[in-house]
Structures are given as structure tokens and as C-alpha cells.
């Protein structure tokens, strides 16, 4: 069975720091890009930051709101893509899902229709 679990959010004030994982199981990790996306109440979902199958060398991408302070990484010896998140703002705030691709070998993207199995998502709240 194909499936994603989030874990590591929480409430943090402004600059700290907060690491999220996703575990995956029942697919091969590097044969599918992974994203993060985000929720904000009452805002559209946006993509956090994704990284690429292995054919596409893994590759790493952004969204300008985050680019140098998240960072995204994969380890396949624990089938898990994680986000760490670093001088978070309040603007961070919004529950945090993980996604695989829809199509295996895929170059990874920010455009959720992209992706076709998501998480339940993890609570992330940036208040002082």
C-alpha cells in the first residue's frame, strides 16, 4: 500500500527552527519526485520545495519564500524526505502535507496536480 506520514510540526516562535519527516512506504523512494507543500487557513495551497527522481539526479527546488532557510532531503536507507525549516516567519504557518509524483521517473515540480498521493499533514504554527 502506497502512503505518506508527516510527523515534527508544532508551535514555534519566529526564528526558531522546526524539522519535519515524511516516511514513505510501499514505492520505490527514488523512482518518484517528493514535494512539501502548504496550506494556509483560508489561502490556497502552495509547493514548498521538491526534489526529483534519480533519473533526474535528485534535483532540488525551491519556492522563493523559503529558498535559504528550508532544506529538503532525502534518505533512502529510512524511505524518508524531510524539510527542515530554519528562521521560520509567522507567514510559514499552515499545515505541511507531502506528496509523491503521479508518474514514475518524474522531473519534480511546485504544481500540486502534479502529484497523486499526499499525507495527512502536520500542523505548523509560528507565534510569538
Known amino acids: 500500500q502506497v502512503q505518506l506520514v508527516e510527523s515534527g510540526g508544532g508551535l514555534v516562535q519566529p526564528g526558531e527552527s522546526l524539522r519535519l519527516s515524511c516516511v514513505a512506504s510501499g514505492f520505490a523512494l527514488d523512482d518518484y519526485a517528493i514535494g512539501w507543500f502548504r496550506q494556509a487557513p483560508g489561502k490556497e495551497r502552495e509547493g514548498v520545495s521538491c526534489?526529483?527522481?534519480?533519473?533526474?539526479?535528485?534535483?532540488?527546488i525551491y519556492a522563493d519564500s523559503v529558498t535559504g532557510r528550508f532544506t529538503i532531503s532525502k534518505d533512502n536507507a529510512k524511505n524518508t524526505v524531510d524539510l527542515q525549516m530554519n528562521s521560520l516567519k509567522p507567514e510559514d504557518t499552515g499545515v505541511y502535507y507531502c506528496?509523491?509524483?503521479?508518474?514514475?521517473?518524474?522531473?519534480?515540480?511546485?504544481?500540486?496536480?502534479?502529484?497523486?498521493?499526499w499525507g495527512q499533514g502536520t500542523q505548523v504554527t509560528v507565534s510569538s
Open positions: 526534489i526529483s527522481s534519480a533519473v533526474y539526479g535528485r534535483r532540488l
Open positions: 506528496a509523491r509524483a503521479r508518474d514514475r521517473w518524474s522531473p519534480g515540480s511546485l504544481k500540486d496536480d502534479w502529484y497523486g498521493v
